[in-house]
C-alpha cells in the first residue's frame, strides 16, 4: 500500500503558528486536523482584578490587525454591565472608527494575502512585480482605512482613544473633514477592486453551512444587539452562552466552537453578507449585484468578492457619516461602577467577536470570557478541507497543498499577530 506524505513547513499569508494533518486511505479523507499550537496568551486572566475602564486597552493588544474590534465588543459588554447607553454622534463616530478597521482589514486580505492565489504568485511582492499598479492601489486603499483609524483612535495600531461610555477626545469637524480628501478615490478604488477580484476563477466549491451574524435593525452590522443564523436562530447578545459552546480538541490550543445540539458554524463576511444584504449600502449592493455575487453564496473561496463589496460599503458609510458629522458634547457618557454582568458583540473583519466580563462593586473585573472569530470558524475551516481534499484527490501532492492553503486564506485566519507559519503533513496510505 503506498503511502505519500507531504511536508509544507512554511505558509505565509496566514497570521500565527498551525499545523495541518491530511489523511487519505484508499482513495477516502479519512482524517484532516487543523492544528493551532501557538502557546495561549492568556489575555482573560490577565484582565482579572483590573478595572473595568482598562478593558478596552488590554484587550485592543490582543491583534494588531482588529483592534478596534476588540475595543468595540469592550466596551459594548462594559456599557451592558453598567448601564450606559451610547447613541447619535458618538454611536456614529464608532462606526466610523469601524469602517477604518474593515478597510485596512480586508483590503490587506484581498490584495496582500489572497489575491496572489488566484494570479498564480508566491506573495504580493512577486505580485508586484508584474502589476505594480494593483498593489499601488490597494496600498493607497488600506492607507484610507488607516487615516480613519489614527484619527479617531490616536495613532494606526492599538488605538488609544477608545474609552467605556464614548472617546476620550472627539474629533473637530474639520479634522473629520480631512478624511474625505482620501475617502473620495479609495471609495472608486474600492469599486474597481469588486471588479477586479469577480474576474478571478474562483474553485468550485458549495458548502452548506450555518451562517451566524449580528442584525441590526436597519443597518449593515458592526454592532448590534442581536445574534441570528441561518438556521433560524434569533437571540440577544446576552443569550450567546446558552446556545454556544467552546470545546477543546487534543490537537488544538485553540477551542471550537458549535452551536449547541447543531454542530459548527460560519461567521465572517459571507455570514455577515448572506444575513444582511438587504442591509447594505446601496452603492454596496449594485456593486455586488455587477460582480455576479449571488443573493446566498456558499463558495467560500468567493468570500473574497464578499470581502471587496464590505470595502465599497464600508467607503460609503464612512462619507456618509463624516458629511452629517457635528461633535458629541461630551464626548463619552459617564461610567459609574456597580456589580453586574455585561455582554457585548461587534463584527470584527474576520466575523462575529463576543466579549462577557463579570464586574465587583468597585468595577474591577472579576471575571472575563473572549470568543474571537477564528476559533468560532476553526471546526468549520476543518470541514472546509475534508471537502476541498477529497474533489482534488487527482492533484499533484505541490498542486494539493497550494490548493489546501488557498482554501486556509478565504477565511483570513487570524491565529495570533506574531509568526506566519503552517506546516502541512498529508499521508495517503
Same mark, same amino acid.
Given at each position: 500500500?503506498a503511502r505519500? %506524505? #507531504?511536508q509544507?513547513?512554511y505558509?505565509?499569508r496566514v497570521?500565527?503558528?498551525?499545523?495541518?494533518?491530511?489523511v487519505?486511505?484508499d482513495?477516502r479523507?479519512e482524517?484532516?486536523? /487543523?492544528?493551532i499550537?501557538?502557546p495561549?496568551?492568556?489575555?482573560e486572566a490577565?484582565?482579572?482584578?483590573?478595572a473595568?475602564?482598562?478593558a478596552?486597552? *488590554?484587550?485592543a493588544?490582543i491583534c +494588531? #490587525?482588529?483592534?478596534?474590534?476588540?475595543q468595540?465588543? @469592550?466596551?459594548?459588554?462594559?456599557?451592558?454591565?453598567l +448601564?450606559?447607553?451610547?447613541?447619535?454622534?458618538v454611536h456614529d463616530?464608532?462606526?466610523?472608527?469601524?469602517?477604518g478597521e474593515w478597510?485596512e482589514?480586508?483590503?490587506?486580505h *484581498?490584495?496582500?494575502?489572497h489575491?496572489p492565489?488566484?494570479?498564480?504568485?508566491a506573495?504580493a $511582492?512577486e505580485?508586484?512585480?508584474?502589476?505594480?499598479e494593483?498593489v499601488?492601489?490597494g496600498?493607497?486603499?488600506?492607507?484610507a482605512?488607516n487615516a480613519?483609524?489614527?484619527c /479617531?483612535g490616536?495613532?494606526?495600531i492599538?488605538?488609544i482613544?477608545v474609552r467605556v461610555?464614548?472617546?476620550y477626545?472627539?474629533?473637530?469637524?474639520?479634522?473629520?473633514a480631512?478624511l474625505a480628501?482620501?475617502?473620495?478615490?479609495?471609495?472608486?478604488?474600492?469599486?474597481?477592486?469588486?471588479?477586479?477580484v469577480a474576474?478571478?476563477?474562483?474553485?468550485a466549491?458549495?458548502?452548506d453551512?450555518?451562517?451566524?451574524?449580528?442584525?441590526h435593525?436597519?443597518a449593515y452590522?458592526?454592532?448590534?444587539?442581536? *445574534?441570528?443564523s441561518?438556521?433560524?436562530?434569533?437571540?440577544?447578545?446576552?443569550e450567546? !452562552?446558552?446556545?454556544?459552546e467552546?470545546?477543546?480538541?487534543?490537537?488544538?490550543?485553540?477551542l471550537?466552537?458549535?452551536i449547541?445540539g447543531?454542530?459548527g458554524y460560519l461567521?465572517g463576511p459571507m455570514?455577515?453578507y448572506?444575513?444582511?444584504?438587504?442591509r447594505?449600502?446601496p &452603492?454596496?449592493l !449594485?456593486?455586488?449585484?455587477?460582480?455576479?455575487?449571488?443573493?446566498?453564496?456558499?463558495n467560500?473561496?468567493?468570500?473574497?468578492?464578499?470581502?471587496?463589496?464590505? $470595502?465599497v460599503?464600508?467607503c460609503?458609510?464612512?462619507?456618509? #457619516? *463624516?458629511?452629517a458629522?457635528?461633535?458629541?458634547d461630551?464626548p463619552?457618557?459617564?461610567a459609574?461602577?456597580? @456589580?453586574?454582568?455585561?455582554? +457585548?458583540?461587534?463584527?470584527?473583519?474576520?466575523? /462575529?467577536?463576543?466579549?462577557?466580563?463579570? &464586574?465587583?462593586? !468597585?468595577?474591577?473585573i472579576?471575571?472575563?470570557?473572549?470568543?474571537?472569530p477564528?476559533?468560532?470558524n476553526?471546526?468549520?475551516?476543518e470541514?472546509? /478541507?475534508?471537502? &476541498? $481534499?477529497a474533489a482534488?484527490?487527482?492533484?499533484a !501532492?505541490?498542486?494539493l497543498?497550494?490548493?489546501?492553503?488557498q482554501g486556509?486564506r478565504n477565511?483570513d485566519?487570524? #491565529?495570533s499577530c506574531? %509568526?506566519?507559519?503552517?506546516?502541512?503533513?498529508?499521508?495517503r496510505r
Amino acid at each position: 500500500m503506498a503511502r505519500r %506524505t #507531504i511536508q509544507a513547513d512554511y505558509l505565509a499569508r496566514v497570521e500565527g503558528e498551525a499545523a495541518m494533518h491530511v489523511v487519505v486511505e484508499d482513495g477516502r479523507v479519512e482524517e484532516v486536523k /487543523l492544528s493551532i499550537f501557538e502557546p495561549p496568551r492568556f489575555f482573560e486572566a490577565f484582565l482579572r482584578g483590573r478595572a473595568f475602564a482598562e478593558a478596552p486597552d *488590554i484587550t485592543a493588544r490582543i491583534c +494588531g #490587525i482588529c483592534p478596534v474590534a476588540y475595543q468595540m465588543s @469592550a466596551v459594548a459588554a462594559m456599557e451592558d454591565a453598567l +448601564g450606559v447607553a451610547v447613541a447619535g454622534p458618538v454611536h456614529d463616530l464608532r462606526r466610523l472608527l469601524y469602517c477604518g478597521e474593515w478597510i485596512e482589514s480586508h483590503v490587506l486580505h *484581498i490584495y496582500m494575502l489572497h489575491a496572489p492565489d488566484f494570479l498564480g504568485y508566491a506573495g504580493a $511582492v512577486e505580485m508586484a512585480r508584474d502589476h505594480p499598479e494593483l498593489v499601488e492601489r490597494g496600498l493607497a486603499l488600506k492607507k484610507a482605512g488607516n487615516a480613519i483609524v489614527r484619527c /479617531l483612535g490616536g495613532r494606526e495600531i492599538h488605538p488609544i482613544n477608545v474609552r467605556v461610555g464614548g472617546f476620550y477626545r472627539a474629533p473637530s469637524k474639520a479634522e473629520i473633514a480631512k478624511l474625505a480628501e482620501e475617502l473620495r478615490p479609495a471609495r472608486e478604488a474600492a469599486l474597481a477592486t469588486v471588479d477586479w477580484v469577480a474576474g478571478f476563477d474562483y474553485p468550485a466549491l458549495e458548502r452548506d453551512y450555518e451562517f451566524v451574524s449580528l442584525r441590526h435593525p436597519d443597518a449593515y452590522p458592526m454592532m448590534a444587539d442581536r *445574534i441570528v443564523s441561518s438556521g433560524g436562530l434569533d437571540i440577544p447578545v446576552a443569550e450567546f !452562552d446558552a446556545h454556544f459552546e467552546e470545546s477543546q480538541v487534543p490537537h488544538s490550543h485553540a477551542l471550537h466552537a458549535t452551536i449547541k445540539g447543531r454542530g459548527g458554524y460560519l461567521v465572517g463576511p459571507m455570514a455577515r453578507y448572506n444575513l444582511n444584504r438587504d442591509r447594505l449600502r446601496p &452603492l454596496a449592493l !449594485d456593486a455586488a449585484e455587477r460582480a455576479g455575487l449571488e443573493p446566498v453564496c456558499r463558495n467560500p473561496f468567493r468570500s473574497l468578492l464578499v470581502r471587496a463589496v464590505e $470595502v465599497v460599503h464600508a467607503c460609503d458609510l464612512a462619507l456618509a #457619516i *463624516i458629511d452629517a458629522y457635528m461633535p458629541p458634547d461630551p464626548p463619552a457618557a459617564e461610567a459609574v461602577p456597580r @456589580a453586574a454582568t455585561g455582554f +457585548g458583540a461587534s463584527e470584527a473583519p474576520r466575523g /462575529l467577536l463576543y466579549h462577557r466580563y463579570r &464586574l465587583a462593586a !468597585d468595577g474591577a473585573i472579576e471575571d472575563a470570557l473572549i470568543v474571537p472569530p477564528t476559533s468560532q470558524n476553526q471546526g468549520t475551516i476543518e470541514d472546509d /478541507l475534508r471537502d &476541498l $481534499v477529497a474533489a482534488n484527490l487527482d492533484l499533484a !501532492d505541490e498542486a494539493l497543498q497550494w490548493r489546501c492553503e488557498q482554501g486556509i486564506r478565504n477565511y483570513d485566519p487570524c #491565529i495570533s499577530c506574531a %509568526t506566519h507559519f503552517l506546516k502541512f503533513d498529508l499521508e495517503r496510505r
